[in-house]
């Protein structure tokens, strides 16, 4: 594994430690982060939301340049925001659908 792959990995890792404000499960988790790239201390979160109208958007979008921030390597942190392809339920993690279905939510 190479020295990106392994500061890739850790900002994964780091992103599990990020929630989403609604429920007790990381963004990760959830599905919402599509890739994660990093170029000289600058790294880029590809993700999405559930739904266009999420009130939290910015709330997350922080929470997460917050925590990427933490790391040794990282100076900057850009949020790239897409919609295509869209969310669904089929990105959630099984530790995702887990911690959903302990809270009564179904997530097939």
Excluded at 2 to 14: G, K, L
Excluded at 69 to 85: A, K, M, T
Aim: contains cysteine; negative net charge.
């Amino acid at each position: 594994m190479s020295a990106t792959d392994i500061r890739e990995h850790r900002y994964w890792d780091a992103l599990k430690e990020v929630n989403d404000p609604e429920f007790p499960i990381s963004v990760v988790d959830l599905g919402l982060i599509y890739q994660i790239e990093q170029n000289a201390g600058k790294v880029t979160v590809t993700m999405t939301f559930t739904a266009a109208s999420c009130a939290c958007m910015q709330w997350m979008e922080e929470d997460i340049s917050k925590r990427l921030l933490q790391e040794p390597d990282v100076e900057e942190v850009s949020i790239r925001v897409v919609w295509d392809p869209p969310w669904t339920a089929e990105r959630l993690t099984e530790n995702g659908r887990q911690k959903l279905k302990h809270w009564g939510v179904s997530a097939r």
